[in-house]
T-cell receptor
Framework: GENVEQHPSTLSVQEGDSAVIKCTYSDSASNYFPWYKQELGKRPQLIIDIRSNVGEKKDQRIAVTLNKTAKHFSLHITETQPEDSAVYFCAARRTGSGNTGKLIFGQGTTLQVKP | EPEVTQTPSHQVTQMGQEVILRCVPISNHLYFYWYRQILGQKVEFLVSFYNNEISEKSEIFDDQFSVERPDGSNFTLKIRSTKLEDSAMYFC???????????FGSGTRLTVV
């Protein structure tokens, strides 16, 4: 069935270093890949997304890359800051006519940025 | 910025009781969703709703669960007879189109005792 695998489950970096989180999806028909940041006890918040017609997207310190052939996508955070500490979830879904918009989430990565 | 609102923020209920979780999606959105997140785990899809009917549901969404959009603004999730394992954070979400990013509500923490 549909599945999204996310690694690592925990990641600890020094402030200023880069962090990379990787996801693999199983449904080859997936064509929309959002990333969510979730702080403790709060809602998931969309931080960046990428569609299958694009290989890379960047927004300030955050970038996402997509390899459709390998069914991999990754989140890159540069110059990490303590406020980047949170749980990050990747997700995948199909879009377009006949699709329901269901998101399949990865298991989450707890990122800790040490000052 | 428009928000999805959920009430209550926290609900404690006895096992076997019925609960109704309420959501007010963004007003012009057409697609509505419920997800749940057991503490420390990933976010899991429950159900999607469009044009006043369920468009897809997961294995979790069994006969104990139902959804309704009773008045054109509210979107509710009912659990008929709660079990201990229903304890989780429940998130409502909405989108204008299936290709859009979601807006999640702030969640309802359900505790079944």
């Amino acid at each position: 069935g549909e599945n999204v695998e996310q690694h690592p489950s925990t990641l600890s970096v020094q402030e200023g270093d880069s962090a990379v989180i990787k996801c693999t999806y199983s449904d080859s028909a997936s064509n929309y890949f959002p990333w969510y940041k979730q702080e403790l006890g709060k809602r998931p918040q969309l931080i960046i997304d990428i569609r299958s017609n694009v290989g890379e997207k960047k927004d300030q310190r955050i970038a996402v890359t997509l390899n459709k052939t390998a069914k991999h996508f990754s989140l890159h955070i540069t110059e990490t800051q303590p406020e980047d500490s949170a749980v990050y979830f990747c997700a995948a879904r199909r879009t377009g006519s006949g699709n329901t918009g269901k998101l399949i989430f990865g298991q989450g990565t707890t990122l800790q940025v040490k000052p | 910025e428009p928000e999805v609102t959920q009430t209550p923020s926290h609900q404690v209920t006895q096992m076997g009781q019925e609960v109704i979780l309420r959501c007010v999606p963004i007003s012009n959105h057409l697609y509505f969703y419920w997800y749940r997140q057991i503490l420390g785990q990933k976010v899991e899809f429950l159900v999607s709703f469009y044009n006043n009917e369920i468009s897809e549901k997961s294995e979790i969404f069994d006969d104990q669960f139902s959804v309704e959009r009773p008045d054109g603004s509210n979107f509710t999730l009912k659990i008929r007879s709660t079990k201990l394992e229903d304890s989780a954070m429940y998130f409502c979400a909405s989108s204008l189109l299936t290709g859009d990013g979601y807006t999640f509500g702030s969640g309802t923490r359900l505790t079944v005792v």
